[in-house]
C-alpha cells in the first residue's frame, strides 16, 4: 500500500467517505432499477418483458463495466500513484517529523515556520554536479528546465521535477503528469491513473443515463395510468442526473484532455505559459543573442550556478567518464500557447489509452505514456519540437552523436568491462612473472 496520502486531516475523511457514499448510491440505484422499475412496474404492471430485459441487460453491463474501471482505477491510486522519488533532504525532513511526539506538534511545526522543522525545506537545487537524478535530465536530447539551463526543482520534495511533473500540495509530493486531486476515486489522478478515470467515467455515464432513462419512463407511465409517483424511483431519478450531470462532465473534459495531450493543470495554464526547453546541440556551439549554452556534466564541485558556455574543452573534463558523458544544451522557449508533446489528436488519444480499441474499452493495461522510455526525451515529443529547433536555427546533431548512449548503467557497464580486462592483463603478467622464477 503506498504511503502516499492527503496532509489535512479533513481531506483523508473526505476521501475515506466517497467510496463508500459511491457504493451506496449505486446499490440503491441498481435495487430501484432491476427491482422496483424493471421488474414490479414493467415486467409485472404494465407487462412489457422486453422493456424489462433491455433496461436490465444495458444496466448490468454497464455497471459492471464500470464497476472494474473503478476498482482497477482505485487500485492503481493507491499502491502506484505515479509520484516522484523524493529528494534526501526531504526523507531527512520526514524521518525528522516522524521522530517528534505528539504527533499534533508535528503538524504544528509545518504550520508555525518552527527553524528546526523547516531545516531541509524551502531549500535551493542542490548544486553537487553529481546531484541524485540530475544525469537522467542530461541524458536526454530535450527536456524541461528553468532559464539558467538547469531542470526545473522542487523546494518541498528536494528532488528534480520530470518534464510534465507537478508538485500537489494536498498530499505534499510531486505527481507526473498530475491532473487532479479526487476524493472520489481514492486521491491522486495522474499519469498512471488517468487513462482508468477516463474509462470509469465514460461507464458511470452510460450506467447513470440508462437509470434516468428508465426511471424517467417509469414515472411517465406511472403518472399516465394513475398510480401516482414512486418515491424510490424519484429520488434515484434525481440523484442519478446529478451524478450523471458529473460524470458527463468529467468524461468529456478529461477525454478533451487526452486527445490534446494535457492535463487539467497543462491546459488550466496552457494560454499564458511559454516552455523553457533544454535541446540538446553539438559540442562546441557558443552562446548568442537568441540562445544560452550550457554544458554537462558542470564541473566545479561547489558551483550553484552551472556555467552558460559552449567553450566544452575549457572546462578541462578530467576522466574518461566524464569525456563520454558530455553534452551541450541550447536553452530556448517555446511560443506562448504551444505544447511541445501534442502528436495529433489519434496519436495523442493513443498515448493516454492504448494502441487498440480493446485498450480503449478495458482497463487492462497501463497508459503507454506511463511506460514510455526513449533516450531523447521523457515523453514523446511532437511537431514542436522540430519546429523550434528550426526556429531558433539550432544545429543538428551529427551521427556519431545521435547513435551515442551516456546512460549511466551503460557508462558503469563499460568501466566495469575495461577494469575486468585490466585485471585480467595484471594476472596475466603475474603468471608469466611467476613462471620464470620457477624455471
Not at 558523458?325 to 541550447?330: G, K
Not at 508533446?341 to 497501463?366: A, C, E, H, Q, T
Not at 514523446?380 to 544545429?395: D, H, K, Q, S
Not at 551521427?399 to 566495469?416: M, N, R
Request: some cysteine; glycine content about 6%; charged content about 25%.
Amino acid at each position: 500500500m503506498s504511503s502516499v496520502r492527503a496532509r489535512r486531516s479533513e481531506t483523508r475523511w473526505v476521501t475515506r467517505f466517497m467510496p463508500g457514499f459511491l457504493a451506496v448510491c449505486f446499490g440503491l440505484a441498481t435495487y430501484t432499477t432491476a427491482k422496483r422499475v424493471c421488474v414490479d412496474h414493467f415486467l409485472h404492471r404494465r407487462q412489457q418483458p422486453s422493456a424489462a430485459i433491455a433496461f436490465l441487460v444495458f444496466y448490468l453491463v454497464t455497471f459492471v463495466f464500470m464497476l472494474l474501471t473503478y476498482i482497477r482505477l482505485f487500485l492503481v491510486i493507491q499502491l502506484n500513484p505515479g509520484v516522484v522519488p523524493l529528494g534526501q533532504r526531504a526523507i531527512w525532513r520526514l524521518e525528522k517529523e516522524e521522530k517528534e511526539k505528539p504527533s499534533w506538534r508535528r503538524h504544528k511545526h509545518k504550520q508555525t515556520g518552527d527553524i528546526e522543522a523547516n531545516a531541509y525545506r524551502n531549500v535551493g537545487p542542490d548544486g553537487d554536479p553529481d546531484s541524485p537524478g540530475l544525469e537522467s535530465f542530461y541524458s536526454k536530447d530535450v527536456f524541461i528546465c528553468e532559464s539558467d539551463g538547469k531542470p526545473r526543482w522542487c523546494h518541498s520534495c528536494c528532488t528534480w521535477k520530470p518534464d510534465r511533473a507537478h508538485h500537489c500540495s494536498e498530499i505534499d509530493r510531486c505527481v507526473k503528469k498530475m491532473d487532479h486531486y479526487c476524493p472520489w476515486v481514492g486521491g491522486i489522478v495522474g499519469e498512471t491513473s488517468f487513462k482508468y478515470f477516463i474509462q470509469f467515467t465514460f461507464y458511470a455515464s452510460l450506467c447513470s443515463i440508462v437509470v434516468i432513462t428508465a426511471c424517467a419512463l417509469c414515472t411517465r407511465q406511472r403518472l399516465h395510468a394513475g398510480y401516482g409517483l414512486d418515491g424510490f424511483v424519484v429520488a434515484i431519478l434525481a440523484l442519478s442526473g446529478l451524478l450523471g450531470f458529473f460524470t458527463v462532465t468529467m468524461f468529456i473534459t478529461s477525454a478533451r484532455y487526452a486527445l490534446l495531450n494535457m492535463t487539467n493543470i497543462d491546459y488550466l495554464k496552457s494560454k499564458n505559459f511559454v516552455h523553457n526547453l533544454a535541446l540538446r546541440v553539438p559540442i562546441g556551439i557558443q552562446s548568442c543573442e537568441k540562445y544560452k549554452v550550457i554544458t554537462y556534466p558542470i564541473s566545479k564541485p561547489g558551483d550553484l550556478t552551472p556555467r552558460l558556455s559552449g567553450d566544452a574543452g575549457a572546462r578541462g573534463v578530467a576522466n574518461e567518464r566524464d569525456m563520454l558523458a558530455t553534452r551541450t544544451f541550447a536553452v530556448v522557449k517555446t511560443e506562448l500557447g504551444e505544447n511541445p508533446w501534442d502528436l495529433g489528436f489519434y496519436r495523442n488519444w493513443k498515448s493516454v489509452m492504448g494502441n487498440s480499441i480493446i485498450d480503449w474499452l478495458l482497463p487492462l493495461k497501463d497508459s503507454p505514456c506511463a511506460t514510455y522510455e526513449n533516450n531523447e526525451s521523457f515523453y514523446e515529443m511532437g511537431p514542436i519540437y522540430l519546429r523550434v529547433r528550426e526556429r531558433f536555427r539550432l544545429p543538428h546533431l551529427t551521427d556519431d552523436e545521435k547513435g551515442f548512449t551516456t546512460s549511466k548503467k551503460e557508462l558503469s557497464s563499460g568501466s566495469q568491462a575495461k577494469e575486468r580486462k585490466q585485471k585480467k592483463q595484471e594476472q596475466g603478467l603475474q603468471d608469466q612473472a611467476h613462471d620464470s622464477a620457477n624455471s
